[in-house]
């Protein structure tokens, strides 16, 4: 595996962390990289009790309508990949919100501030599992 695709972190990344300080600033206790239908598909901040799933998305890999940019340089492997990322995540965000789920997705160039308000938002509208 290339050194460049090892050095990108599944979890624990910076615009992750500085909203996850922000929520427990608040005294908001979640689940980290967890998978809320218990299959491979895991969201970054999970509150379980509410049934609410938040994804902090990078740009380059989900497809930021402002910053996503495609590689010069092998298109014909990285157009298909990203795109794949892209399906991906539409599919499961269906999933979850037919299971009953609110889904967040929050772009990585998004203030904290303003990502732990919608987060709240969320949270205040959801209804407890049950």
Same mark, same amino acid.
């Given at each position: 595996?290339?050194?460049?695709?090892?050095?990108? /972190?599944?979890?624990?990344?910076?615009?992750?962390?500085?909203?996850?300080? &922000?929520?427990?600033?608040?005294?908001?206790?979640?689940?980290?990289?967890?998978?809320?239908?218990?299959?491979?598909?895991?969201?970054?901040?999970?509150?379980? /009790?509410?049934?609410?799933?938040?994804?902090?998305?990078?740009?380059?890999?989900?497809?930021?309508?402002?910053?996503?940019?495609?590689?010069?340089?092998?298109?014909?492997?990285?157009?298909?990949?990203?795109?794949?990322?892209?399906?991906?995540?539409? &599919?499961?965000?269906? &999933?979850? &919100?037919?299971?009953?789920?609110?889904?967040?997705?929050?772009?990585?160039?998004?203030?904290?501030?303003?990502?732990?308000?919608?987060?709240?938002?969320?949270?205040?509208?959801?209804?407890?599992?049950?």
């Amino acid at each position: 595996m290339q050194r460049s695709m090892r050095s990108n /972190r599944g979890r624990d990344t910076a615009p992750e962390l500085a909203i996850r300080r &922000e929520l427990h600033k608040l005294g908001l206790r979640y689940r980290v990289d967890y998978s809320p239908m218990g299959n491979r598909r895991r969201a970054d901040i999970v509150f379980t /009790r509410k049934r609410v799933a938040i994804f902090v998305d990078g740009c380059f890999w989900h497809g930021c309508p402002q910053h996503a940019t495609l590689p010069v340089q092998n298109n014909a492997y990285w157009a298909p990949k990203l795109q794949r990322n892209i399906d991906r995540d539409r &599919e499961t965000n269906v &999933e979850l &919100e037919a299971a009953g789920w609110t889904v967040i997705r929050i772009w990585e160039h998004e203030d904290p501030g303003v990502a732990v308000r919608k987060i709240g938002v969320a949270l205040r509208l959801a209804t407890p599992a049950g």
